[in-house]
């Protein structure tokens, strides 16, 4: 099973805007970047890097840090920017883009030779529209492009865009900025190399350091009954003698450990002694970390169809192996960190983290319906001031899930002590007195990843909760770096082959499985890596978002939010269950709300009162998914599913402004006529699989309407829809851009003749899209216009903020 892997080449700037080889070279350059999870970030530290390695002078930053240097003075220039919502740039930027648009000096980057590298996802109408929008303002202020610049698509991975694009810049590069150094000739890793270099590798029999010198001697003897070798020795020694592991779509296969060594039995006991540990007066007593050890998950293989490795000759653009950045430091006279539930220190948020407490927690969803969706009321603490509207969201930041964070540390080779009570600071590496990509290197916590700065005193656990991302599909480069520390030769070189350009089609296949961290490791038990070098690499952990489902109106002190429970099934072959981070967490610390009843509108709530903190941070709307200030504005709802979650805020807050002004009374004989005619119609469109089953927000709903809030309710329900039913002479809709069809003469007429505002909120991969070419439809049904027209129509809808949309993938 594999994608199409598309490459997206934007056309060559015009002749005005390319650069003559004869003008003066800059003797240095600098990368400026935005970043929303971390991905950006990553890669503009690593162009540094291989710049400098190639002998160029630079300097990274992220874009809010522009201050930093004189932008009208800068001579090169490397962009590096992902997309956050819709197409909107990332938090990190905002800065710099609130002084684009306050800029006077017309010329501010004439100077300034540029390239943009944009990481973005296809899934979304905008793709890559930060970069798009960065490219079109620097050029107006005098920039010029010295490098086409790369659109890389997370749909289909973006080590597709971004690994040629970096191989390319290089000669780029030089054409505009000087190399100081000569850079060093090195072979491209071929098969044959790999499989020299492995040779190397010892396994040679190696003293066991815990035994003592006068009994390590007497080893080597003949038909001694002890192997002293450690586990790993003997599962690479064993791989050489072991036959190929099958070949198509099977999982990587582990090499056995001998359970009777004396490192495997420091964990676990053998079976055949482990029944008599529970005999009346037994003198062996199970050991309490490997009892509970017993109970961590263990991983899930991978499957790989290694046959265009035994096919291929060579193994082509395999990626640089990523420099050491990270330094793990072991604070001796730092105390032991008491047990606490709260957020560590280092936790960077993008606003002040609060600790709410979860008041009432509600199942919306029977206990038949496809998925579990939850509504959690959670009430912010007094003396907390959380300022937000409708269409605002927050952030919770829940742990990785414990099982996974301990089985990591044991996988890693960590006693509970270790990870648990020893704590650590974290520094930037430094190879013969700097940091190895910076020239300067005043301030060392700055060359950090930025989610690992404020790292000073932290255990291995803090890190593994709160600190990196355990669940995503691990990028190119960090398995490059698990090959360099892999012992047996077949899983090195199966390492190396997925992210070689040979290997492309099973990355991608890889990806697919939604790996974690301890997936890949049980894939490959022969590699150890340093934990440190796990940092280097690991993404940051993320606060997960969440729409604000209540008005500040209707509820001042509290935040709503509904979702669906995630956990998953993965596609055959693989039939791995998956889980979700934050949503499972909720769940569990909600209690595990029951299911509402068949017959049941609503199911009870259960109340919980101030037992459990839940941490969050508020992300205030930056694409203006709020409600117009002019309330005659009519508004066309548009939400399936958990997408209709910011919508009942909309309402709640819409039905208590028309209580407020009808509470106020009016000059004419009709003050409540002239209070209803103060607000615009407004239409909401929502979709679910089966009303009695997953209907949410029903009674809610439904009340809106009786008080005139609503005046137009289109419930449409997926899975009741025979293929062809219809219903009072036309075809019944099975989806939400059905019925907006339906409805294409009101929608226009609210929209075009009255001024409204569209809102889309809910997945960005079909019911956007969907929806969008409805509307499309639309324009070019009731409006006239040819379909190039409509979508431009709709782009300047979206551009006046006329046409909002909250989406996710």
């Given amino acids: 099973m594999t994608k199409n892997i598309h490459l997206y080449h934007t056309n060559s700037p015009p002749a005005h805007m390319v650069i003559s080889t004869t003008q003066e070279k800059s003797d240095d350059f600098v990368v400026l970047y935005a970043s929303q999870t971390g991905n950006a970030e990553w890669i503009a530290k690593n162009i540094l890097q291989e710049a400098k390695e190639r002998g160029h002078n630079g300097e990274v930053y992220v874009l809010n840090d522009f201050e930093k240097v004189s932008l009208p003075d800068l001579r090169t ?35 300034a030779r540029f390239t943009i590298l944009g990481l973005g996802d296809t899934n979304y109408s905008n793709f890559n529209n930060t970069a798009k929008k960065l490219e079109r303002k620097v050029k107006e202020l005098g920039g010029t492009v010295f490098y086409e610049k790369g659109l890389a698509d997370d749909a289909q991975g973006l080590e597709a865009v971004v690994d040629p694009w970096i191989s390319n810049l290089w000669p780029k590069l030089a054409d505009v900025c000087v190399q100081h150094t000569k850079p060093p000739t090195t072979a491209e890793p071929t098969v044959t190399l790999v499989a020299d270099q492995l040779k190397s590798l010892s396994v040679a029999a190696k003293p066991d350091p815990d035994l003592p010198e006068a009994l390590a001697k007497y080893l080597d003897l003949p038909n001694f009954l002890v192997d002293h070798r450690s586990d790993t020795e003997k599962a690479a020694a064993l791989a050489a003698t072991t036959p190929r592991a099958a070949k198509h779509k099977q999982p990587v296969e582990s090499a056995p450990v001998d359970r009777y060594s004396r490192k495997s039995r420091r964990n676990e006991i053998p079976p055949e002694v482990e029944k008599y540990l529970d005999l009346p007066n037994s003198l062996v007593t199970r050991n309490k970390d490997a009892a509970s050890a017993a109970a961590l998950p263990t991983g899930h293989r991978i499957h790989v169809d290694t046959t265009a490795l035994h096919a291929a000759k060579e193994l082509t653009a395999l990626p640089r192996v990523p420099g050491v950045v990270c330094r793990l430091v072991h604070v001796s006279n730092a105390p032991a960190p008491a047990p606490s539930t709260s957020v560590p220190s280092f936790v960077q948020a993008p606003s002040p983290i609060v600790y709410t407490t979860i008041r009432k927690a509600r199942c919306l969803t029977t206990p038949d319906a496809v998925k579990r969706t939850l509504l959690i009321e959670l009430e912010v603490p007094r003396g907390e001031e959380v300022l937000f509207e409708p269409g605002d969201a927050f952030g919770v930041l829940a742990p990785n899930e414990e099982g996974i964070v301990r089985a990591v540390v044991r996988r890693l080779g960590m006693s509970e002590k270790e990870a648990g009570e020893f704590v650590y600071r974290v520094e930037a590496e430094m190879e013969g007195g700097r940091i190895p990509f910076l020239t300067n290197t005043s301030n060392r916590s700055q060359e ?61 296949f890889l990806r697919d499985q939604s790996p974690t961290l301890l997936d890949i490791l049980t894939t490959f038990p022969t590699c150890h890596p340093p934990f440190q070098r796990l940092l280097d690499t690991l993404p940051a952990h993320q606060p997960r978002s969440y729409s604000v489902a209540n008005s500040p109106l209707a509820h001042p002190n509290s935040l709503h939010f509904a979702f669906n429970v995630l956990r998953y099934t993965t596609a055959a072959p693989f039939n791995v269950q998956r889980q979700g981070v934050a949503t499972p967490w909720l769940d569990r610390v909600a209690g595990f709300p029951s299911a509402r009843g068949i017959t049941q509108t609503r199911a009870k709530e259960v109340e919980l009162g101030a037992k459990v903190k839940v941490p969050i941070t508020i992300r205030h709307n930056a694409h203006a998914f709020v ?56 239409y909401l469109f929502y979709g679910c699989r089966e009303r009695n089953k997953d209907w949410l927000f029903r009674e809610e709903m439904e009340a809106f309407v009786e008080s005139g809030v609503v005046k137009v309710l289109e419930v449409v329900a997926s899975r009741e829809v025979a293929m062809g039913e219809e219903v009072e002479g036309r075809k019944k809709e099975k989806y939400v851009q059905d019925a907006i069809r339906r409805r294409g003469a009101e929608v226009w007429g609210l929209v075009q003749g009255k001024g409204g505002y569209i809102y889309v909120c809910g997945d960005t991969k079909g019911m956007a899209r969907d929806v969008h070419d409805a509307l499309t439809d639309i324009v070019c049904e009731h409006g006239g216009q040819t379909r190039e027209e409509a979508t431009k129509m709709l782009t300047g809808w979206m551009e006046r903020r006329r046409y909002l949309r909250d989406l996710w993938s």
């Avoid at 909107?88 to 684009?100: A, E, I, V």
Wanted: proline content about 7%; overall charge positive; aromatic content about 8%.
């Fill in 448 to 508: 950090l990843p930025s989610h690992l700065q404020r790292a000073k005193a932290v255990t291995v656990l803090d890190l593994l909760r709160y600190g990196v991302d355990l669940t995503t599909p691990p990028r190119k480069a960090m398995l490059r770096i698990l090959a360099e520390y892999t012992s047996d030769a077949e899983e090195k070189k199966l390492l190396l082959f997925l992210c070689s350009k040979q290997g492309t089609a099973q990355f991608i």
């Fill in 627 to 682: 409600l117009p200030l002019d309330t005659t504005k009519p508004l066309i709802l548009i939400g399936p599913g958990t997408g209709v979650a910011p919508f009942i805020g909309f309402l709640q807050h819409r039905e208590h402004q028309r209580r407020i002004r009808m509470s106020l009374g009016g000059v004419t004989a009709f003050p409540d006529r002239d209070a209803r005619d103060g607000f615009g119609d407004v």
């Fill in 77 to 111: 220039i490397i962009f590096v920017t992902s997309n956050t919502g819709d197409g909107d740039p990332p938090d990190n930027s905002s800065k710099f883009w609130k002084h684009l648009r306050r800029n006077k000096q017309k010329d501010l980057f004439a100077r």
